[in-house]
């Protein structure tokens, strides 16, 4: 009599599950790509909202990551107005200065030197004369800061450090405009003394009797 009981229960079980199977599964028949009957549905189909959209949910209007107004400006960050060509370069060289506090130019120095090591030595060199084991290998090898560019003004060294120049990438996005200028700094001091006061570099003066420091 157990044993029969046991047999009931075992098929009772079995029928009860596998209709509740059939339940839970897929009817097919209606639409091939039906899942069937689902959980929790908003697992299956999120609303994946789409950035930078307005969408509706619910009947809610969601603002999702919208855009910031055009022209914002993050605050402390001051946009560098100088456009990536020969005229900003120019531009640049004749009007753009150092707005460090130069009464700690010692210390931008030294830290402009940590910088150096870190993304420049390998193309421009310990001492700035281009042997750097990187530079020695490009087509063009960096020229030295104290010959072909000893006069080469502040604001040029800042705008070249900014966008690249041939086979010198931008730095922009791993060094903030302040890191850009202690880098100015050392650069300033492996060029040595100036030898001219103008920009012997410019390649057509709109001045001509631009001066740099
Ligand atoms: C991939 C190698 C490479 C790296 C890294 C590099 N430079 Fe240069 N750099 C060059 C080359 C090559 C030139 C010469 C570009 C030309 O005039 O054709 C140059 C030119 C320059 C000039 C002269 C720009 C001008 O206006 O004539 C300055 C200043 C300079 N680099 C500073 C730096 C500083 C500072 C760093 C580190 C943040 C740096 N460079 C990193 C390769 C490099």
């Known amino acids: 009599m157990k044993k029969h009981y046991s047999l009931f229960r075992f098929s009772f079980a ?14 097919g028949k209606r639409d091939a790509n039906s899942p069937g009957v689902e959980f929790f549905p908003d697992m299956y189909r999120s609303p994946s909202l789409e950035y930078y959209n307005v969408h509706t949910v619910d009947g809610d209007t969601v603002y999702n990551a919208m855009h910031p107004v055009s022209g914002t400006v993050a605050r402390g960050y001051i946009p560098y107005t100088y456009p990536n060509t020969p005229e900003g370069y120019e531009q640049a060289g004749l009007n753009l200065k150092n707005p460090l506090d130069a009464s700690k130019r010692e210390n931008w120095e030294k830290e402009g030197e940590v910088l150096y090591g870190k993304f420049c030595v390998h193309c421009h060199g310990a001492t700035g004369a281009g042997d750097g084991k ?65 920009d012997s570099t410019a390649v057509a003066a709109p001045v001509a009797t631009t001066t740099t420091k």
């Open 14 to 27: 079995t029928a009860f599950g596998g209709l509740l199977i059939a339940a839970m599964s897929s009817c």
């Open 134 to 198: 990187v530079g020695g290998k490009l087509p063009g090898p960096p020229p030295a800061y104290d010959g072909a560019l000893k006069n080469l003004p502040e604001g040029k060294i800042f705008h070249s450090i900014t966008y690249g120049k041939n086979s010198m990438g931008s730095h922009a996005s791993q060094l903030t405009a302040e890191e850009r200028w202690k880098l100015v700094v050392y650069v300033q001091k492996l060029q040595g003394p100036k030898t001219t006061g103008t």
